[in-house]
């Protein structure tokens, strides 16, 4: 079982920065690809980025690319999500997910999430 404890969130202005932290419990954190994903009120949940086990590979949802950036400790089982120039429609529930697969399409677990909001 692996558990995921998102933070960071919080309310920032327009064009501020925030850093989202995921901190993944278990021992074979090195060997899972996270993601993060986001739910705005009213909408479906949607993939905002992914990085592979190693770190060596990371993809982007085009509307983030560029602004975000997602990286990853494996020493201190904690996945990050440094998110700058933020707009308002950045603001929704985030949320980490862990694939134990590897792969950035299926993910098997899930954090309880953390909300953002940014005030334009």
């Known amino acids: 079982q692996v558990q995921l404890v998102e933070s960071g969130g919080g309310l920032v202005q327009a064009g501020g920065s925030l850093r989202l932290s995921c901190a993944a419990s278990?021992?074979?954190?090195?060997?899972?690809?996270m993601g993060w994903f986001r739910q705005a009120p009213g909408k479906e949940r949607e993939f905002v980025a992914v990085i592979s086990w190693s770190g060596g590979s990371a993809y982007y949802a085009d509307s983030v690319k560029g602004r975000f950036t997602i990286s990853r400790d494996n020493a201190k089982n904690t996945v990050y999500l440094l998110m700058n120039s933020l707009k308002s429609e950045d603001t929704a529930v985030y949320y980490c997910?862990?694939?134990?697969?590897?792969?950035?399409?299926?993910?098997?677990?899930w954090g309880q999430g953390t909300q953002v909001t940014v005030s334009s």
């Open positions: 278990g021992r074979t954190f090195s060997s899972y690809a």
């Open positions: 997910a862990a694939s134990t697969t590897g792969s950035r399409f299926e993910y098997d677990y």
